[in-house]
């Protein structure tokens, strides 16, 4: 635990609700409440500043049939938002001599080494691999004829059945950028056996457990009995409609957990003070990857990397199963934003940009 030292003298456990600034924080109440259906799905924010918590709270309903206002610890799904814990997931591997960054993945997964053209982790990490994403329409078709309800291992033998993961034939590892769930999925099936434990497991022990963040895991049965976790919203015909789960639920890497706004600030303490990973790897997963023309991807390691009014951040969106997620780390000053939602027509990044502007 020496690692975290000094950690909890900085993270408090938050309380229901948090508001520093009274004027601030009515500012950001005003801007969400405008964006609400009355006795609709809401969402939850945080705001983390020179790292001090200075706004969490909740709007809204987290479930429509036994009314349940949205609080800091309601648990959403993370979607696409939880790639970059499968970023830092590699970066910790690759500091304990696990792995290589630019290990090629066959090396850790031997199944895809017949394979001719060698795709590294770095790629994946960058989307610059070609790997072919099954979560387009066809290729969960393709996978779920296999299996009802796939695992990772279902897609690793589903890429070695094909003969060929690549996305085109015609491109190299590391040509352009194209976004691939399927990538992700791969690194999580690394990350199992660089470490020899569950994906499950590594986040919860490595992770979660040290952090103190109670309210965030990967497994997806607890989805049915943790009453604190918010129903998933479509929309149809103007109507709010349960989601309900996904055949998919089992994958993990690409965007597999559960968390809340409260344990998102504690991570983001962790992550600001160096307490999972070193300075230089958090660099490394906050810079854009570049092509083999080194024509910059403006994605890191599960994170979107650009500018918002010149100022640089770190950013990712997320949608899966009625959930709504977005995260944003701005990277030259200490602030950062977390959205979580099920309400499927609210835009979050106007939201955080508010916030944005409210503590900037």
């Known amino acids: 635990m020496s690692l975290f030292r000094g950690f909890w003298d900085r993270i408090a456990p938050l309380p229901k609700a948090i508001r520093v600034d009274a004027g601030r924080s009515a500012r950001i109440d005003n801007h969400v409440a405008a964006q609400l259906t009355p006795g609709g799905p809401g969402l939850s924010v945080a705001i983390v500043k020179s790292g001090k918590t200075m706004h969490a709270a909740g709007y809204g309903l987290a479930d429509l049939r036994r009314p349940t ?25 690759a500091e304990a001599g696990k792995l290589g960054l630019d290990d090629p993945v066959s090396r850790h997964l031997p199944s895809l080494a017949g394979f001719d053209r060698k795709v590294t982790l770095r790629q994946l990490l960058h989307h610059t691999s070609g790997i072919r994403d099954f979560y387009d329409e066809s290729g ?15 897609i690793l033998r589903t890429y070695v059945d094909l003969g060929c993961p690549m996305a085109r034939p015609d491109i190299r590892p590391g040509d352009e950028f194209n976004y691939s769930n399927s990538g992700y999925d791969l690194l999580g099936t690394v990350i199992e056996r660089a470490s020899g434990m569950s994906y499950h497991d590594f986040f919860q022990r490595r992770v979660f457990d040290p952090l103190q963040m109670k309210d965030t895991f990967t497994a997806p049965d607890r989805r049915l009995t943790d009453r604190r976790l918010a129903v998933g919203y479509a929309l149809d015909h103007g109507n709010f409609v349960e989601f309900g789960g996904s055949d998919l639920d089992d994958l993990v890497g690409s965007g597999s957990f559960y968390t809340t706004v409260s344990d998102l600030c504690r991570y983001d303490g962790a992550l600001a003070t160096n307490a999972l990973v070193s300075a230089d790897s958090m660099r490394i997963a906050l810079t854009s990857g570049r092509t083999n023309e080194g024509k910059p991807t403006d994605y890191g390691f599960g994170w979107y990397i650009g500018s918002y009014k010149g100022m640089p951040f770190a950013d990712h969106d997320g949608e899966w199963i009625g959930y709504y997620a977005y995260i944003c780390r701005y990277l030259d000053r200490s602030l950062s934003i977390f959205v979580l939602s099920n309400h499927p027509d609210i835009d979050l990044v106007d939201i955080a940009n508010v916030a944005t502007a409210v503590y900037s």
């Open 69 to 93: 206002a949205i609080e800091p610890d309601t648990i959403f799904h993370m979607a696409s938002c939880g790639k970059q814990l499968t970023g830092i997931g590699i970066l910790m591997l």
């Open 140 to 154: 969960i078709e393709e996978v779920l004829s296999r299996c009802e309800r796939p695992a990772n291992a279902d």
